[in-house]
């Protein structure tokens, strides 16, 4: 059995006094493809900053990589792609190649330039996302869509074991969404990278991912996407007014 | 040229591209980051140092760099606990810190405390033993900036990823408006405390209307800041008008112009 990178052992948040995770569990094994699923205020977001060390849990345990989050130091193995194609301030002046190059700022030292290592470990991740020709060009003007493959690409450049990615896909266009789950397909089969996605839109998530996590504050079902497809699961999530059509590729 | 040849002149243009180096390479990234305001407070906090200086008869540069430095660690502690709204704090120590000054100030009749000086800047007054605590603190702020350079840039662009990548982001902060504390003590001699901030700002906004990278974007606010101190201080010597607001003039001069260039440019 694959080893476990990302763990919540009984894990609760509180926010002024109301519960938004109650006790939930759930692993993330090497290799694995989770996509978490949930209503508007179900705790997706606040699930995946408690393990990016944002959220501080009230009770229970998180360990990425076997070790207490707490006292986890190896950050550049845990990549992140923030919800950013809405709040991101397009008037900053960093081209595609900085923002990335960025991407590896917590891997050199404090106070010390970047090598040639990471240049070549930037141009390689460019190249993988098919960003290279536009690594000169003001992140700003490009599409919502290529704006969000930076993000992920400034994650990966950092060569990180586990992706964790937060409504990645809100504002691109069906195109551009289409090329950044071909993006994540090939990360997570050319490069073995653990993926977990947090996203509202269902569909898209149970035709790419190979585990489905339903999480309504609490959480109700991690199995194959086809399963809760079929068991009622979505029903019981969302209200049996939603109707799902998902398909594999 | 005739200006040249004064030493008071060579002395006023030297501390001039000093605080024109330092004050648009801070201020890119606090423009970038919206703390803007902080320059104006740290510059009040700065006067209540001279005050101080005055009284205890020490120098008004070492009394406002050490309330400079002091008012940027509590504006940062208060920023960053969030007990405020992130402008009111501000407004807190701006306010405190003009009071500060006048009170101490009171105490100090009698005294040869030129606070139109400082309020305004008396850059042709600039002494030549003065001209190194200038270069010297100006030097620092730049140094620190290349230095820190992606690291600042890390946490301005995005400071939560920053953060998860373990980039030490409070610390950087801290950093950053220490810079600022230093580069207004500079500007306080320069163009004075009620200008200082326009130095940090107006040279970094021309400069975001035409920047193709965050490093060109840098290179250009420095340039317009240069300009904007030559120019300023020419116009001055030749028209008798008051240097720090014909330095000032002249970079809003020059936003105004990187702006229409930029609209022409689309």
């Not at chain 1, 290592?117 to 000169?136: F, I, N, Q, S």
């Not at chain 2, 005739?2 to 501390?15: I, N, P």
């Not at chain 2, 050490?66 to 969030?82: D, M, P």
Request: aromatic content about 8%.
């Amino acid at each position: 059995m694959e080893p476990v990178l990302a763990e919540l052992e009984h894990v609760c948040v509180d926010f002024d006094g109301e519960r938004v995770l109650d006790h939930v569990d759930l692993r993330v094994r090497k290799g694995d493809f989770v996509g978490v699923i949930g209503p508007n205020g179900a705790g997706k977001t606040t699930l995946l900053r408690v393990l990016l060390g944002l959220v501080r849990p009230s009770c229970g345990h998180v360990r990425l990589f076997g070790q207490d989050i707490r006292a986890f130091r190896d950050w550049h193995r845990v990549g992140y792609v923030p919800q950013k194609a809405v709040a991101f301030e397009t008037r900053f002046p960093a081209t595609v190649r900085e923002v990335v190059l960025s991407g590896r700022a917590g891997r050199v030292r404090l106070g010390r330039r970047f090598g040639t290592r990471d240049h070549a470990a930037v141009e390689a991740a460019l190249r993988t996302a098919g960003l290279w020709d536009v690594r000169d060009q003001l992140v700003g003007r490009l599409s919502v869509g290529q704006q969000q493959r930076v993000f992920v690409v400034r994650a990966i450049a950092n060569e990180p074991d586990l992706l964790l990615l937060d409504e990645p896909t809100v504002g691109v266009d069906p195109e551009g969404e289409e090329r950044f789950y071909e993006l994540l397909r090939s990360l997570h089969r050319e490069r073995g990278t653990t993926l977990l996605l947090v996203s509202h839109d269902v569909a898209a998530v149970a035709r790419e991912v190979s585990q489905l996590v339903c999480l309504n504050r609490t959480l109700f079902f991690h199995g194959a996407p086809e399963e809760a497809l079929h068991n009622g699961t979505l029903d019981r999530l969302y209200g049996a007014r939603n109707l799902v059509v998902a398909h594999r590729h | 040229m005739e200006l040249l040849q004064y030493g008071f002149m060579q002395r006023a243009l030297a501390a001039g591209v000093v605080l024109a180096v330092a004050a648009p390479t801070v201020g890119v990234f606090l423009v970038l980051r919206r703390l803007s305001p902080i320059a104006d407070t740290l510059a009040h906090v700065a006067l209540a140092g001279v005050a101080a200086a005055v009284l205890l008869g020490v120098a008004p540069a070492l009394g406002a760099l050490i309330l400079a430095v002091a008012g940027a660690a509590g504006v940062e502690r208060l920023r960053a606990s969030g007990r405020l709204f992130g402008e009111a704090a501000l407004a807190l120590f701006l306010s405190g810190g003009l009071a500060v000054a006048l009170v101490l100030l009171s105490f100090a009749r009698g005294v040869n405390a030129d606070l139109l000086g400082y309020l305004f800047g008396t850059v042709t007054a600039v002494r030549p033993e003065e001209l190194w605590w200038i270069a010297g603190l100006g030097l620092a702020v730049v140094g620190t900036v290349a230095t820190f350079y992606k690291d600042l840039f890390a946490v301005t662009f995005d400071e939560e990823a920053a953060r998860v990548q373990g980039v030490p982001a409070d610390a950087l902060n801290l950093l950053l408006t220490l810079l600022v504390a230093a580069t207004v003590v500079v500007g306080m001699r320069v163009v004075g405390i009620l200008l200082t901030s326009a130095l940090l700002v107006v040279p970094a906004l021309a400069a975001l209307q035409l920047g193709r990278s965050f490093l060109a974007t840098l290179g250009l606010a420095v340039a317009a800041g240069v300009v904007s101190v030559v120019i300023g201080l020419a116009a001055s010597f030749y028209f008798d008008v008051a240097p720090s607001g014909a330095v000032v003039l002249t970079s809003i001069g020059l936003f105004a112009a990187s702006a229409w260039a930029s609209r022409w440019r689309r």
